[in-house]
């Protein structure tokens, strides 16, 4: 398998499997009934979908288990190369209303989304578990470059140099169009804190409406650990040669401030002083930083 190399579109860091297929990406035309997720990568994406699924469902997972794809509801762009399907194959398949994930930041998704304006929920997750995270990712996933070691991956990651490109700018992007493309923003550590109000959160802003009951049965059903144990959600479809699980699972820990065994004194003063720097310009409220 080759990892593959990123190439800059718009400036900013693609793997060459979705660099290389950006046009029929951009060109793709979504239906107004779609609704999006977007995330960096490792920002709870996964979570989010297994939530919104169950909640479609009203918490039946019998029926969720009977969803067209392995792991759900698919990439927009491509990332892995066969057996596992292209996103836009996949989603050509599909009727909608179709539940379309993405890592593209905001100014790379296909306007179709915001001139049919479907739905779109964005979870951001602070910024230093978010790389911990994607660096073990790095290392698992076969398909993306070598993270290299920690110190270095500390840098590319301040630089933008990763696939998706700058964790700075893709949060900040969505954020300042939240307000105007009716985007839901969320908060991985929100859902730590409190999941069963942002089940409910989502629920609203779907239009759905579903008891009490539900509500809890869904935070129980998508707890890390029952998610952890469901081939639905925990990437154990995908081929060891993709994703190899002995380095690293793909529900690794699922906790908020893993990055406190990760970073040494001088890493998080040079870090927290360019975060400083990168995030001045619009204010996010992320917690969990110190
Ligand atoms: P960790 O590597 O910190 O464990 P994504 O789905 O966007 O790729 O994000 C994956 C990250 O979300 C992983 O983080 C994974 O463990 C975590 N995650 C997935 N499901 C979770 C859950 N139900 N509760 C908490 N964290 C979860």
Not at 58 to 70: F, I, L, Q, V
Request: net charge negative.
């Amino acid at each position: 398998l080759t990892r593959f190399p990123l190439i800059p579109i718009r400036g900013v860091p693609l793997m060459s499997i979705i660099a290389n297929n950006f046009d029929s990406i951009w060109a793709f035309n979504p239906d107004p009934s779609d609704l999006l997720i977007a995330t960096y990568p490792k920002a709870g994406t996964t979570w989010t979908q297994e939530i919104i699924d169950l909640l479609i469902n009203n918490g039946d997972a019998e029926a969720c288990r009977r969803a067209p794809t392995p792991v759900r509801s698919p990439f927009l762009e491509i990332h892995s190369p066969p057996p596992i399907p292209s996103g836009l194959d996949l989603l050509k398949k599909m009727d909608p209303p179709r539940i379309i994930k993405t890592h593209l930041p905001f100014q790379l998704v296909p306007q179709g989304f915001w001139e049919n304006k479907c739905k779109a929920i964005y979870v951001a997750r602070n910024a230093k578990d978010n790389m911990v995270s994607y660096y073990h990712f790095d290392r698992m996933n076969k398909t993306q470059p070598e993270p290299g070691p920690w110190d270095g991956y500390v840098h590319k990651f301040m630089q933008g140099q990763l696939g998706w490109g700058s964790w700075y700018d893709h949060v900040k992007g969505y954020w300042v169009e939240r307000e105007k493309r009716n985007i839901l923003y969320l908060f991985y550590e929100d859902m730590k804190e409190n999941p069963a109000r942002v089940v409910r959160t989502i629920m609203q802003y779907l239009d759905l409406s579903v008891s009490d009951e539900v509500i809890d049965r869904i935070v129980e059903l998508t707890s890390f650990k029952n998610m952890k144990d469901n081939p639905m959600a925990n990437y154990s479809c995908v081929p060891p040669e993709v994703f190899d699980m002995s380095i690293s699972p793909f529900m690794r820990k699922g906790e908020v401030g893993d990055w406190k065994n990760y970073f040494t004194p001088e890493q998080l003063k040079m870090f927290d002083e360019d975060y400083e720097k990168q995030m001045k310009d619009v204010h996010i409220p992320f917690r969990s930083l110190i």
